[in-house]
């Protein structure tokens, strides 16, 4: 799958004098504008809330001609809304995240996850992209691979000895 991000301070320029959001705050409207979306993403033109969740809810959403089934996961401790798309839609899942940048301002970061389909058209179309995918798939393999020793060598030398410690 393939990752796009963006992000923005959250603080507008020339907002400097004023008291800025605090993350709590911008919290609250992340939450209002998963379930009241219509106001805040304009392609987005309805919004319905069918089920809710101890950890979240289902909604259903209207963008352009086609309507979208989302099952939307808050998660306040990590700053993180996720939208995990439930039918057959380009974008896998879309997350609204907190973060801070170097001067320490509050920012949004709005990432979206394509499906394999559309990814290996991205992918195939783009030899920068391909090289960089083909790249980072094999540090992932080796790291995840030296990980998994490291772990099982961790895990040897904290297994009880037999008798006398040996």
């Known amino acids: 799958m393939l990752t796009l991000s963006w992000t923005r301070p959250v603080v507008r320029a020339g907002q400097s004098g004023s008291p800025g959001p605090t993350r709590e705050s911008l919290w609250r409207a992340l939450l209002?504008?998963?379930?009241?979306?219509t106001g805040y993403v304009p392609a987005?033109?309805?919004?319905?809330?069918?089920?809710?969740?101890?950890?979240g809810f289902l909604r259903e959403i209207r963008r352009g001609n086609a309507t979208f089934l989302q099952r939307v996961v808050p998660e306040e401790s990590a700053g993180r809304i996720t939208y995990r798309h439930l039918d057959d839609t380009d974008i896998a899942e879309i997350r609204n995240e907190i973060g801070k940048d170097a001067d320490g301002r509050l920012t949004l970061t709005l990432s979206i996850t394509l499906t394999e389909r559309p990814a290996a058209a991205v992918l195939a179309g783009n030899t920068y992209l391909r090289d960089l995918d083909a790249d980072f798939?094999?540090?992932?393999?080796?790291?995840?691979e030296g990980l998994h020793r490291a772990m099982m060598?961790?895990?040897?030398?904290?297994a009880p000895h037999g008798p006398g410690g040996s």
């Open 153 to 158: 060598h961790a895990d040897a030398e904290a």
């Open 32 to 37: 209002h504008k998963a379930e009241f979306p």
């Open 137 to 144: 798939h094999a540090t992932l393999d080796a790291m995840t």
């Open 44 to 55: 987005i033109t309805q919004c319905r809330i069918n089920e809710r969740y101890p950890d």
